[in-house]
């Protein structure tokens, strides 16, 4: 119970930096508050837009799947239940590949940094390590049931 509170804490916190970058990138920001780093480069560039949509759009819609999944697989009616706990997992495999390409991109194609974007692969990769172990136990507990 305990790391889905935590994937849906950190899913939200995702979720909050996407919606800021979605804001700078269509434009309610002026300047992007980055401090070090080259945001506004990475931003900017040709690959900020992915199938004509802003990746941080992309980051939204995935944080906020991600949360309601882990949102919803704490309520009492979907504890028991494995499916979230396998979706979680899908889109956790999926959103550190594509957090990967996308560090990828900074590091060897673009050459600028993001703070946000590699705080936001950093909170996809929690999201990722404590999804296996949340999937496995749900596996488990399914099989202990059948067992019986």
């Known amino acids: 119970m305990k790391k889905r509170m935590a994937i849906a ?19 309610f920001y002026g300047e992007l508050v980055c401090g070090t780093g080259a945001c506004e480069a990475v931003q900017t560039s040709e690959y900020a837009t992915l199938l004509g949509l802003p990746v941080a759009g992309w980051g939204v819609a995935w944080y906020a799947a991600v949360f309601a999944l882990a949102f919803l697989s704490v309520q009492p009616a979907h504890q028991e239940a494995t499916w979230p706990a396998k979706l979680i997992l899908i889109l956790a495999v999926g959103g ?7 560090t990828y991109l900074e590091l060897f194609v673009i050459n600028a940094i993001c703070r946000w974007c590699v705080a936001s692969a950093a909170v ?8 296996v172990p ?9 099989a202990e049931g059948t067992a019986r």
């Open 9 to 27: 804490v950190l899913a939200l916190v995702g979720l909050l930096m996407s919606v800021y970058l979605l804001l700078y990138k269509l434009g």
């Open 96 to 102: 550190v590949a594509f957090s990967g390409y996308l």
């Open 124 to 131: 996809t990769l929690l999201i990722f390590i404590l999804a």
């Open 134 to 142: 949340v999937r496995a136990r749900s596996v488990a507990r399914r």
